[in-house]
């Protein structure tokens, strides 16, 4: 015997529901799985080019920022007496005490004796106290200083005295000697 149908339900999307077959419900639920894994994929996707694309821009500021060089150092006001200070001690710690060793070394004879060493910087001058046994050592002296190349002839005698207190009785005699360009 056949089967008949018989539905006096009235039309709805209800009785559209009842009436789909199940291969069709399949079909439907396979098509919404694949589209979900399609965009879970998809967003997988767009995640993982957004982070290459972000260490892509890190890497160009990265370049851009090591070929303009460092960033300017943030300008700081200064007092005019710091700043001063500051210039005076590097003046001080910039002193060419090499050369200044070495032409002292090599101008000194053994007779004299040198007390005392003030350099200025600023000025680009040495003064020098020293002591002898006589004038004629002193002006000796002198004219050595004069020689060497890193005072030329700008040496000059400032004061000088003999200390009668001594039994040795010294000559106690001051100089200026200034050195770089005239």
């Known amino acids: 015997m056949t089967r008949l149908d018989f539905d006096f339900a009235p039309p709805g999307w209800r009785r559209s529901l009842h009436r789909v077959p199940v291969w069709a419900w399949m079909t439907g639920v396979l098509g919404v799985a694949l589209a979900v894994t399609a965009a879970c994929s998809g967003s997988a996707a767009l995640q993982r ?11 160009q500021q990265r370049t851009m920022a090591a070929m303009q060089g460092p960033a300017p150092a943030p300008q700081i006001a200064i007092a005019p007496a710091q700043a001063a200070a500051v210039n005076a001690a590097i003046l001080q710690l910039n002193l060419p005490w090499r050369d200044l060793q070495d032409a002292l070394a090599s101008a000194t004879p053994p007779a004299i004796a ?3 060493l003030e350099p200025d910087a600023r000025k680009r001058m040495l003064k020098i106290t020293a002591e002898t046994s006589g004038s004629d050592a002193m ?7 004069k020689q060497q190349e890193l005072f030329g002839a700008r040496v000059q005698l400032l004061r000088h ?18 050195w770089g360009t005239p």
């Open 114 to 116: 040198l007390l005392a």
């Open 161 to 178: 005295e003999i200390n009668a207190l001594d039994p040795n009785k010294p000559l106690r005699f001051q100089l200026e000697a200034r």
């Open 49 to 59: 080019q957004q982070a290459s694309e972000a260490r892509w821009h890190l890497a």
């Open 139 to 145: 002006v000796a002296y002198i004219a050595q200083l």
